[in-house]
C-alpha cells in the first residue's frame, strides 16, 4: 500500500512539474509576465489566459493585444483584450459573474441572481460600455470600416444564460467554454496581413508599455 501510494505521490509530481514547466515556456507567460500562481488566484488573469489558450482554434494570420487603456475626457476606458484576425477585429469583455444571467441588448442595466434566485443584482450592461470602447478604436484606427469589429461578451463558465437577447450579427454572448467552437467557426477573410499589421502597431500603444502584445500565423483552413 505505502508503494502504491508513493507511486501515486510521484505520478503527480511529475504532472505537476510538467505543467509549470509548460506554463513557464507558454506564450502567456512571455506576453504578460503572470506566473502559474496568479493563474490560481486571479480569476480575471485566469480568465484571460483560458481566453488566450483558446486561440489555437483560430485558423490564419492574427494579432493580440491584452489590456489595453484608452485615453477619454472623464479618464481612462479599458479593454480586456483584441484579436485583430484577417477575418476582422474582434473585441473582448471578459465578465466575472456567477449564477443566472439577464439582459438584452437594448437594456441598460442586466441582472445577475446568485442563490437568492428572487433577487435580481444589476450590473451595467457589457454590449453599451463596449460599443463605446469600439468607438474609441475607430476613432484611433479611421480608415478601418465599421463593419470590421465584432464585440465579444464572455462570461465564465461558473454563469448560466436565463434570458439574453442579442440581435445585432457583430455581437456575440457566450461562455469561456464556447470559444473553441466560435474560432472554429468558418470565417471570412477581410484584412490582409499588412492591414492586420497596421492596426496592430496602432493599438499596441495603448498596452501601457506592458508585454501585452503577440501575433501568431496559423495555416489558414477556411
Not at 2 to 10: D, P, R
Not at 151 to 158: A, E, G, K, P, S
Request: aromatic residues 12%.
Amino acid at each position: 500500500m505505502a508503494i502504491l501510494f508513493l507511486t501515486i505521490f510521484i505520478l503527480i509530481g511529475i504532472l505537476f512539474a510538467f505543467r509549470v514547466y509548460t506554463y513557464e515556456n507558454s506564450e502567456f507567460r512571455k506576453m504578460t509576465g503572470y506566473s502559474l500562481f496568479n493563474i490560481w488566484t486571479n480569476p480575471h488573469i485566469k480568465n484571460t489566459y483560458l481566453l488566450v489558450q483558446s486561440l489555437k482554434y483560430l485558423q490564419g494570420e492574427y494579432k493580440l493585444l491584452l489590456n489595453l487603456a484608452f485615453p477619454t475626457s472623464g479618464g481612462k476606458r479599458k479593454l480586456d483584450a483584441i484579436v485583430i484576425h484577417e477575418s476582422g477585429i474582434y473585441v473582448f469583455n471578459i465578465q466575472h459573474k456567477n449564477g443566472w444571467i439577464y439582459g438584452r441588448e437594448q437594456d441598460e442595466q442586466w441582472a445577475q441572481a446568485t442563490n437568492n434566485k428572487n433577487k435580481l443584482i444589476p450590473f451595467a450592461n457589457p454590449i453599451i460600455e463596449t460599443k463605446k470602447s469600439i468607438l474609441d478604436l475607430q476613432d484611433q484606427i479611421a480608415n478601418e470600416k465599421s463593419d470590421l469589429f465584432h464585440l465579444v461578451i464572455l462570461f465564465t463558465d461558473n454563469c448560466s444564460f436565463k434570458k439574453i437577447v442579442v440581435k445585432s450579427n457583430n455581437v456575440s454572448v457566450m461562455k469561456i467554454n464556447e470559444m473553441k467552437h466560435f474560432w472554429k467557426a468558418g470565417t471570412e477573410q477581410k484584412m490582409s496581413a499588412q492591414e492586420i499589421d497596421s492596426v496592430y502597431q496602432t493599438l499596441k500603444q495603448y498596452t501601457g508599455g506592458q508585454n501585452t502584445s503577440f501575433h501568431m500565423n496559423h495555416a489558414t483552413n477556411h
